[in-house]
């Protein structure tokens, strides 16, 4: 068992790292200010793992309420959450109630948001099961749902109070989710690890054979990064902002292709191929900066080539991203191999990027 | 002009009152941290006072966009809410722009949610045009909307950067809407201001003629209640909780009957005085005392007879109130006339004031 600890002034939280944690429930009753939770979950993780932690939570005296929602990126909407308040009301579930969001990124940013605003906020915990939610979405305290005209766009920030990332629910993940999840490990790396990005090259076979000792340290690695940049900025005033590496451009190949069809970290790979490009372009990155990035990114099997939505369509998704300001996008540039900034484009030079890395 | 501030140690904010100040606009432009604003309100007030703020804005170089939303608490819901962010959404708004609420009660709460939750939260400003508003609604960081099967159930605490109560407004809010606003006020009289609930005795007239004089003091008394009460208690953790006197009782009332028969204000009358006859049964208020409360609810034009629900119709709307802990209920309950405590209540207190204060 690793822990790393958010270190927010106002609330700091712990996340544990470990196989096994869904059966010792201790930490999780230690955070509850009543003996009484609502797990939150999906169709395909529900099956799989919500038996356990009920029944290790009932035998704490824990009384347990759940929801079980439809699983999909296209659900994660107000429809939906309201689920979750119609479950929450109908159990009369009250301020001291805890929320547990137990799935992947879209279980956790929809409980952690359905708990930010239920009854003006109650108490909430993750037990992310996916890779992507165990190195990025359940640590930081960003939640949000959807809105037909935009991704994200309605959320709060809301830290949970504590954070359990069990290995051992790795075993059923899918290899495209898990491959998704590693977008935003290989992310870490770029943005200011180059240490970890080499160790990526190093151990990538390893770890997409899921050794667990390889897991564990890249799990623990990328917590200890995000919770760092987290602490500093909580909400994303400034650094926080270079999480957002390849997120641009991501999130314009997911709505340009429609939510879904593309997976988050599959689009943030190609945005991130995209970002290097620009930096390229800018004369930052050198032609070997770009093929170890495409090469790490291939063999965690992820898209390195955008789709073709043409220039015109890129260009207008993304200025309706939230990392708008003034009618200025901001773009998460590479100033080397390992380190990033906060920049703008010149149409000019996205345009080149797209050229470069968008399919024919 | 008169200036209160509400003293919040991560963002004071002034409550500015008098006559006109939609036309001087500065106190607005000092705040805005983009010349962009999104000014909200419906179908009512917009044709009353939107025109005059948005060329006064105009004038001062600030972009302007509206959103005119339907008018009544029975839109104060997920649907109305959603019209708010397609209009910042269509419009580009960014997490810069600032949400203007003008209107009662219903837009600063739904204004105040959207601005909490749109992009995870852009800046907010509240000019209240009910005496409602004016006097409680506005002030406080206190934002929802309804949820079919609780009032306000769906929120956050988010504090504005400024309200601006324009005197002015209320020249055209319809008597029963001031009547409705009348009841906070005596309200916080009730709670721990005895002395302003004797001012109000003897200027209770001159109120209700809307001298201008009398209301700009009773409005800023009020103002400055409740930013005490609020900057001790932001998340409503203890004392904020006094705010609620006959509010547990009046939302059963205003839920029993369907929301919008009685006005907010009319059910916590008759739900203050309900509160009043549970303290009096404890042996807490006398006789003369409750003559005093009727009284001078009833010369501000508001019902001191709650409606015949059953007294089991009203035990299970108000054991879903938000203020409940562990299934017990919380009430507001009086120590003496102006002085208020966070009780519980035994059924059978209930039951006797229900059988004193509802109509047969
Ligand atoms: N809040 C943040 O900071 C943040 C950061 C990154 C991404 N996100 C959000 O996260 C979401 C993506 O998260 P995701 O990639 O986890 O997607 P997801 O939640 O949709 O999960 C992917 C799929 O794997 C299934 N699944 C989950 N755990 C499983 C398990 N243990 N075994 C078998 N199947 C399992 C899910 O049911 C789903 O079908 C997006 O909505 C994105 O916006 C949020
Ligand atoms: N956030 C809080 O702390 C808090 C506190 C108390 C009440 N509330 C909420 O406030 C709401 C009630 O507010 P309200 O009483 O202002 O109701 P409201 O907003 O519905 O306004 C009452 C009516 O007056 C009209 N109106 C508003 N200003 C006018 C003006 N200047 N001239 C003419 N007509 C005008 C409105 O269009 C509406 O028809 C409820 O939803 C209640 O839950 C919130
Ligand atoms: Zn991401
Ligand atoms: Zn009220």
């Known amino acids: 068992m690793r822990n790393v600890q958010v270190e927010l002034a106002h609330a700091p939280y712990d996340i544990r790292i470990g196989r096994n944690l869904l059966d010792d429930v201790a930490a999780i009753v230690a955070q ?20 356990q932690l009920q029944a290790a939570l009932e035998a704490a005296d824990v009384q347990v309420h759940t929801v079980v929602l439809p699983d999909g990126e296209r659900f994660k909407n107000w429809e939906t959450l309201n689920l979750i308040f119609d479950g929450l009301l109908t159990a009369r579930c009250e301020r001291k109630t805890t929320l547990i969001a137990l799935g992947g990124g879209v279980i956790g940013d929809m409980t952690g948001f359905a708990a930010a605003v239920y009854q003006r906020g109650v108490p909430f915990i993750q037990i992310p099961t996916t890779l992507l939610a165990q190195v990025d979405s359940s640590v930081g305290g960003k939640t949000a749902i959807n809105h037909p005209l935009g991704k994200n766009m309605i959320g709060a920030f809301y830290q949970p109070r504590l954070v359990l990332a069990d290995l051992a629910t790795l075993d059923t993940l899918p290899a495209r989710e898990f491959s998704a999840g590693m977008a935003e490990v290989i992310k870490y790396g770029l943005i200011d690890d180059l240490a970890f990005f080499e160790w990526l090259e190093a151990n990538i076979d390893a770890v997409m054979a899921r050794d667990v ?61 995209l970002a290097a490009l620009a930096s390229h372009a800018l004369g930052q990155i050198s032609d070997d900066d770009l093929a170890r990035i495409r090469a790490l990114l291939e063999k965690a099997g992820l898209p390195v080539v955008s789709p073709a939505l043409g220039e015109e369509r890129y260009l207008e998704l993304m200025s309706q991203d939230k990392k708008v300001d003034a009618g200025k996008i901001k773009f998460i540039l590479l100033e080397k191999l390992g380190q990033s900034y906060i920049g703008e484009l010149k149409t000019e030079t996205i345009k080149q990027a797209l050229a470069a890395g968008c399919a024919a």
């Not at 009484?36 to 999906?42: C, F, G, Q, T």
């Not at 340290?217 to 957002?244: F, P, S, T, W």
């Open 213 to 273: 000792d390889a897991l564990e340290y890249l799990i623990e690695r990328c917590c200890q990064n995000k919770a760092r940049v987290v602490a500093a900025d909580e909400h994303e005033h400034g650094q926080r902002a270079l999480l957002n590496l390849g997120h641009t451009f991501g999130h314009a190949i997911e709505a340009g292709l429609g939510y879904g069809v593309w997976l988050h970290g599959e689009a943030v790979a190609a945005g991130m191929v």
């Open 32 to 51: 509850l200010p009543q003996k009484r939770v609502a797990i939150v979950s999906n169709e395909t993780v529900a099956p799989l793992y919500l038996p």
